[in-house]
């Protein structure tokens, strides 16, 4: 037998490799590893078992919903529950160019960007009771680039005004997103969204809107929660 002092094993030295190693206590090494295997599991999976009580504790603590069904389940209360001064302008990001591979804005949607500071500084106060944006906000770009035209469309507007862009994961529902603006949001909120998003967003506010055109790029809708009522303007925007 042969003892290896920095492993503290024990083994017969048959051809190149150890055979049935022990520890010093005389126990085999696969005993040992295999204990410790199964301690190791048992931890891990009360680690996870703690984790996944803290998740849904703070679930019930904060109002998370934990499924789709409970969000709508809450929409009715969230509006009615909605007090403070508030509009929500939504309006949809710039255009997009001809070859649909690119996620930028094209040209022109670029340059609306920039015409939107203006428009947002002095003609949308005329409908929000002359207050300015509070906060800005706009869905999360992916990793791979997609849904990169909302953050470009108010890039301009979030340097001119020095205001940071609140993003939300774009994985959230419309209806998630909806709720979290009327439950941590105050002021005039302005969201650059994906039009797709916005029937469903206005639906889970109380209001039922046409469908929006994949061509149009001048349709903003404003909420008013004081007198619980929305309209729809355009932004005029036209280009040189």
């Given at each position: 037998m042969?003892?290896?002092?920095l492993?503290r094993?024990?083994?017969?030295?048959?051809?190149d490799?150890?055979t049935?190693?022990?520890?010093?206590?005389?126990?085999?090494?696969?005993?040992?590893?295999?204990?410790?295997?199964?301690?190791?599991?048992?931890l891990?999976?009360?680690?996870?078992?703690?984790?996944?009580h803290?998740l849904?504790?703070?679930?019930?603590?904060?109002?998370?919903p934990t499924s789709?069904l409970?969000?709508?389940?809450?929409e009715?209360e969230?509006?009615?529950?909605?007090?403070?001064g508030?509009?929500?302008?939504?309006l949809?990001?710039?255009?997009?160019?001809?070859?649909?591979?690119l996620?930028?804005?094209?040209?022109?949607?670029?340059e609306?960007?920039?015409?939107l500071?203006?428009?947002?500084?002095?003609?949308?106060?005329?409908?929000?009771r002359?207050?300015?944006?509070?906060?800005?906000m706009t869905?999360?770009?992916?990793?791979?680039?997609?849904?990169?035209?909302?953050?470009?469309?108010?890039?301009?507007?979030s340097?001119?005004?020095?205001?940071?862009?609140?993003?939300?994961?774009?994985?959230?529902?419309?209806?998630?997103k909806?709720r979290?603006?009327?439950?941590?949001?105050?002021?005039?909120?302005?969201?650059?969204?994906?039009?797709?998003?916005?029937?469903e967003?206005?639906?889970?506010f109380?209001?039922?809107?046409?469908?929006w055109?994949?061509?149009?790029y001048?349709?903003?809708?404003?909420?008013?929660?004081?007198?619980?009522?929305?309209k729809?303007?355009?932004?005029?925007?036209h280009?040189k």
């Amino acid at each position: 037998m042969h003892y290896n002092p920095l492993l503290r094993v024990q083994y017969s030295p048959i051809g190149d490799e150890p055979t049935n190693p022990k520890l010093d206590d005389g126990t085999p090494l696969m005993v040992r590893c295999r204990m410790a295997t199964v301690l190791l599991l048992v931890l891990a999976l009360y680690v996870i078992g703690i984790d996944s009580h803290r998740l849904m504790t703070n679930r019930v603590a904060t109002g998370t919903p934990t499924s789709e069904l409970q969000v709508r389940h809450e929409e009715s209360e969230a509006t009615k529950k909605r007090t403070k001064g508030q509009y929500i302008v939504i309006l949809r990001h710039g255009e997009k160019p001809v070859d649909l591979e690119l996620n930028s804005l094209s040209r022109r949607g670029w340059e609306r960007s920039h015409w939107l500071v203006n428009w947002v500084q002095h003609t949308l106060p005329k409908h929000t009771r002359g207050s300015q944006v509070s906060t800005i906000m706009t869905s999360m770009p992916n990793v791979d680039g997609l849904h990169v035209r909302p953050v470009q469309t108010i890039t301009p507007l979030s340097v001119a005004l020095q205001m940071p862009i609140v993003v939300r994961p774009t994985a959230f529902s419309a209806a998630n997103k909806a709720r979290r603006i009327l439950e941590e949001e105050e002021g005039i909120v302005l969201i650059c969204w994906q039009h797709e998003d916005v029937r469903e967003m206005m639906g889970y506010f109380g209001f039922q809107v046409p469908e929006w055109s994949d061509d149009d790029y001048e349709t903003v809708y404003i909420i008013d929660w004081n007198g619980r009522r929305f309209k729809r303007i355009v932004e005029g925007y036209h280009p040189k």
